[in-house]
């Protein structure tokens, strides 16, 4: 409603009557005075005309007052008529009736006003009160959910460093067993002539080097992938705790705000605050911001879990390929020198009986070297005897049946000597063969047992146990 409410110049004059505008009403001015109808009069006057013949003196009027000096002039007080003055007091009345009724006016309206507007002001401070109660309702709700999330992924990330801890543990453990079937390469190079064999053992030891390389090498890989998983974790873990770091600054100060009061401390003019616009959200963004969040969290977890269940199962494998291949390989080891002990003992069963037909050869070579020397004497007797009887003289050199049968007696004896020293040739070569055939023996022995020392101390002896932690295999 417009207010009736004018300023005190817009009503009429309170003083029409006034002669001078002076800073003294009462003193005229020096010629003219300020009569409200005509302005020009001289003050050579002693009274001006009359506007109207109701306002003139009647009896009087034609006097003529003479002119005075100008001191005492200028000390004459103007003088008005009766209805002037009833003129100037009913003037008052209305403009005080007047003034008054606006003023009357203008203090209800200004009443009626300031209830309005405080009714107003409060039904407003108590909207924005509820605003702000469920604002803080709304932050309270996603700051539940950003923490429990939170939360959520920090346990999935200490679950996930566990099991790399667990993988990386594995991974060294594997070395023993690199270690141990390396070394078992290497000391059965150690083996000796016929013995360095490409055989099962070897095979069954090369593949298990290839496949504990092949397991580390995954190992690797799952470790690189639970890092890469790890720095994708702690980046939705860093949004949600500055997410909720921010939630909890705006719930405090939000908090702060739906506190105040018309008579609580600390509340201040600030002028131009309303002007200033710093949001960067609208409801639903900010929602959205938060929910965005919590997704790629759930999402990241599920990755971690995908990653954790790979991890257990890739050290199942390991563990089960490693053990699988060190029961095959030791397995190997057992056959193999089972083989060698077999080869052993034919060995020795055969080099008893070569030593055996040695010396019974020898004793067969002793005993044709002393047939051989009892021929000497036989045949020394019939040398003899022919020598003899070749001086007997003329005609008594018969060749009668004694000197065929001497004669006889010595090509015997020689042809018996004959073979029995080829029979000794025959029987010390025998010997040299059977002796060459005692030092291949006693060779080929003296190998299968260092293959079987290489086989059953340096390498089996290493390999009674797996040197696998519990922990691994716990876990």
Not at 22 to 46: D, F, H, I, K, Q
Not at 48 to 71: C, G, M, N
Not at 251 to 267: E, F, T, Y
Not at 284 to 308: D, G, H, M, P, Y
Request: with cysteine.
């Amino acid at each position: 409603m417009q207010s009736s409410f004018q300023p005190y110049e817009t009503y009429p004059n309170t003083t029409p009557l006034r002669r001078s505008l002076t800073t003294l009403p009462w003193r005229a001015s020096n010629y003219y005075g300020t009569a409200r109808v005509n302005s020009a009069v001289p003050n050579a006057y002693s009274m001006p005309e009359p506007h109207s013949e109701k306002y003139s003196l009647t009896q009087v009027d034609s006097i003529k007052v003479p002119p005075i000096f100008a001191a005492a002039r200028d000390s004459l007080y103007t003088r008005y008529t009766p209805n002037d003055w009833t003129v100037s007091n009913l003037g008052h009345h209305f403009v005080a009736d007047k003034v008054r009724v606006g003023s009357e006016r203008v203090r209800l309206n200004a009443s009626r006003l300031c209830r309005e507007l405080d009714d107003r002001v409060m039904r407003t401070q108590e909207d924005v009160g509820k605003k702000l109660g469920d604002r803080l309702g709304d932050i309270e709700y996603w700051r539940t959910e950003v923490k429990h999330e939170t939360d959520n992924i920090l346990t999935e990330i200490e679950a996930l460093a566990r099991a790399k801890a667990a993988l990386e543990k594995v991974l060294l453990e594997t070395e023993n067993p690199l270690k141990i079937a390396t070394e078992c390469l290497y000391n059965r190079e150690k083996r000796q002539g016929i013995d360095l064999v490409h055989d099962d053992v070897e095979r069954v030891l090369i593949k298990e080097v290839d496949n504990i390389k092949q397991c580390q090498e995954d190992i690797r890989r799952m470790i690189q992938t639970a890092n890469n998983q790890i720095s994708l974790d702690r980046a939705a873990q860093h949004e949600l705790e500055k997410d909720l770091g921010d939630k909890i600054i705006a719930h405090r100060l939000d908090s702060v705000a739906h506190q105040l009061r018309n008579n609580s401390r600390g509340i201040n003019f600030y002028e131009g605050i309303e002007r200033i616009d710093n949001t960067v959200s609208v409801p639903l963004s900010w929602a959205e911001f938060s929910n965005n969040n919590i997704q790629r969290s759930k999402s990241e977890r599920l990755a971690t879990v995908n990653v954790r269940r790979n991890i257990e199962q890739l050290m199942n494998r390991v563990a089960e390929s490693i053990g699988d291949n060190w029961n095959n390989v030791n397995a190997a080891f057992a056959d193999r020198i089972k083989e060698y002990v077999d080869a052993r003992n034919r060995l020795q069963n055969h080099l008893a009986k070569v030593l055996q037909e040695i010396f019974d050869m020898e004793k067969n070579i002793e005993l044709m070297k002393k047939c051989i020397q009892e021929k000497e004497a036989p045949m020394q007797v019939a040398q003899t005897r022919l020598v003899t009887r070749v001086r007997r003289p003329n005609v008594e050199a018969c060749r009668d049946v004694v000197q065929h049968r001497l004669v006889e007696e010595v090509y015997e004896i020689g042809e018996t000597v004959e073979q029995l020293r080829t029979k000794l040739r025959e029987s010390e070569m025998a010997l040299q063969r059977l002796l060459r055939a005692k030092v291949s023996l006693e060779h080929d022995l003296a190998v299968k047992n260092n293959s079987i020392l290489v086989d059953r101390e340096k390498c089996l002896g290493t390999r009674k146990t797996l040197p696998w932690s519990s922990m691994v295999a716990v876990y």
